[in-house]
């Protein structure tokens, strides 16, 4: 009788400790029981929020992100996985039989799939397990494409798998490749809008993991648990016209080859909006390959690269002039060849000649920086300097490109201009400027004296569903009637000056001016060659378009009859798609001389 109650006490005992433990595991340490189970089958992995869209004006699709794949494997299970596989059997062709499959084969057939040696791949497991014996994520190749990330799979390695990795596609390859940007290698933005304007492009990546097969590291179905929920970036829309920008680029590299030039921009901007509907560089990048051209030819010089701008800033003097009412286009001056004003300031023209009696718009038709000059010093520096700001000039524009360049306006006029400054500003020398920032100063004189703020993005979509829009209220910089009276003078130069034959548009009146400068080399000097320019507007009687040609060192014919073309070529094509009304009256004639 004793030993049965010894027996049963001892019975009873190991139950309670049975049921003690059992307690402590399925409930007092459930949870962190669990969380032990999960961390040594499970493997947290990156869900890559989708970057957004970029799109034209018309939705047109310039930057898109497409479906890749990270192939990834556990090293821990890749060097004690025992992989078999069913082959044929040498002795009975008609039976199978299992057999086992060596790490080193399956390195070798991983490799020859994702372009790495057997070797290489088993480097990296070696790496891996050396740093963390127990690891399980190890990368062997990223951002491989559909068909490879298919081959990997039907080797049916089962510790090496595939996770999802959008990345960035530009179907329409260099169009507008120069605003657009580009990725880098390791995804992340590198250059233009991309980068620019990566706060609404960019996605928010999450993390999920799964449990896995401890016997073949096979992810186990229904066992994803979402750590942090994934989000795609915003829809960029741009003013951009994808067609236009085409055609404006296929212009100027055409016109850039013929010519020898070292490279080209044009602008195509609205009148009445500041919306730019074409910004075209050439050389231009393909952001889908941007290493296949020079690392300076993957940016836009539109915006980053400042340059004295030359006789096309003397409409902004005039303009300037007017508006203060010190001219008006019948004013009236002598013309030298060469001027040296009181203060010992030395202004001559670009050819000699007799002296010239002009008006107004004769200086602007001879582009003479004598005459110029002399309606320049009507008014007091600090004037011309604060309406020079106004302008849009001194600082970046409300699109703030990467690398924006602000121009100098050789800093204050008080303290900084010298004599020869003083005058040298009034005809586009001694001051720089980018090829935006001009476009920007022909807007305001074609929309009568007011400035549009400059406008490549039209807004964002962002995934939430509110959106950002750019500011669209313009500012009164000179009077209408001083715009007008501008934009005439521009008209007789377009008629009357020496080019009038190279930029002709047909049922136009059209509103332009010529330049050719200098281009600084940011350490005191001046670039190799000159920068030959044309700006202006059309039609001139009710302004739709602003166009700005600019050619850098067009070695074969270095002059403004290199631009003129392009000028012409790309109006013409502007004012033809967008179906403008041709002009009604004709311009109106204004004497030159006197």
Avoid at 88 to 107: F, G, R, S, Y
Wanted: aromatic share 6%; proline share 6%.
């Amino acid at each position: 009788m004793r030993r049965i109650l010894l027996s049963a006490a001892v019975l009873v005992a190991l139950v309670g400790v049975f049921v003690v433990r059992l307690v402590d595991i399925q409930i007092v340490r459930a949870a962190e029981l669990n969380e032990q189970a999960q961390e040594a089958r499970s493997q947290p992995v990156t869900v890559y929020g989708a970057r957004g869209d970029i799109v034209d004006a018309n939705g047109k699709v310039l930057a898109d992100s497409v479906m890749r794949y990270d192939i990834v494997l556990s090293p821990k299970q890749a060097s004690k996985a025992v992989v078999e596989r069913e082959v044929p059997d040498p002795a009975d062709p008609e039976k199978t039989t299992d057999v086992v499959v060596p790490l080193p084969e399956l390195a070798a057939e991983l490799g020859a799939v994702v372009g790495l040696t057997g070797d290489q791949v088993q480097g990296i497991i070696t790496a891996e397990l050396a740093e963390d014996p127990n690891s399980d994520y190890a990368y062997v190749a990223k951002l491989v494409d559909t068909e490879t990330y298919e081959r990997v799979k039907e080797l049916g390695i089962p510790w090496v798998y595939a996770d999802e990795h959008p990345s960035r596609r530009y179907p329409n390859g260099a169009v507008a490749g120069n605003l657009i940007g580009f990725m880098d290698s390791d995804g992340n933005p590198g250059a233009g809008l991309e980068l620019g304007e990566d706060e609404c492009l960019a996605g928010e990546n999450g993390e999920v993991s799964y449990l896995h097969s401890l016997q073949d590291w096979v992810k186990i179905p229904g066992t994803e648990i979402v750590h942090k929920q994934a989000h795609d970036g915003g829809t960029l829309n741009l003013t951009i016209d994808t067609d236009l920008q085409w055609e404006v680029q296929r212009i100027a590299e055409a016109q850039r080859q013929a010519t020898g030039a070292d490279w080209a921009t044009v602008t195509v901007m609205e009148a009445k909006t500041g919306r730019l509907l074409a910004v075209a560089d050439v050389p231009t990048v393909d952001p889908n390959n941007p290493s296949a051209i020079d690392e300076d030819d993957r940016g836009s010089r539109s915006f980053t690269a400042p340059f004295e701008p030359g006789s096309t800033f003397k409409a902004l003097t005039a303009a300037s002039v007017i508006n203060a009412g010190l001219a008006d286009p019948f004013s009236k001056i002598v013309a030298p060849y060469r001027i040296i004003f009181p203060n010992g300031a030395n202004v001559n023209d670009s050819a000699r000649h007799d002296d010239q009696q002009l008006t107004l718009t004769g200086v602007l038709i001879e582009s003479s920086n004598t005459g110029m000059s002399q309606f320049g010093e009507l008014m007091s520096d600090r004037a011309r300097y604060d309406d020079m700001l106004k302008f849009g000039l001194g600082s970046e524009t409300e699109v703030g490109f990467p690398a924006e360049a602000s121009g100098d306006l050789h800093g204050d006029p008080d303290d900084d201009w010298d004599n020869q400054t003083k005058y040298a500003t009034m005809f586009g020398q001694g001051l720089t400027t980018t090829a935006v920032q001009i476009a920007s100063v022909y807007q305001t004189i074609a929309n009568g004296g007011v400035r549009m703020p400059v406008t490549l993005v039209d807004g964002c979509e962002n995934d939430d569903g509110t959106e950002t829009t750019p500011p669209t209220q313009g500012e009164q910089v000179i009077s209408a009637e001083a715009a007008a009276e501008t934009s005439q003078m521009l008209e007789r130069v377009y008629q009357d000056a020496w080019l009038s034959d190279k930029w002709n548009i047909p049922g136009y009146r059209v509103a332009a001016k010529t330049g050719t400068a200098q281009v600084p080399d940011g350490d005191g000097g001046y670039l190799k060659g000159y920068l030959v320019s044309v700006s202006g507007f059309a039609p001139a009687d009710d302004p739709q378009f602003v166009v700005s040609v600019s050619i850098m060192n067009p070695v074969k014919m270095n002059s403004s009859a290199a631009s003129a073309p392009v000028f012409q070529e790309v109006m013409s094509q502007v004012l033809k798609k967008y179906r403008t009304v041709p002009s009604g009256a004709p311009a109106p004639e204004l004497p030159a001389t006197w």
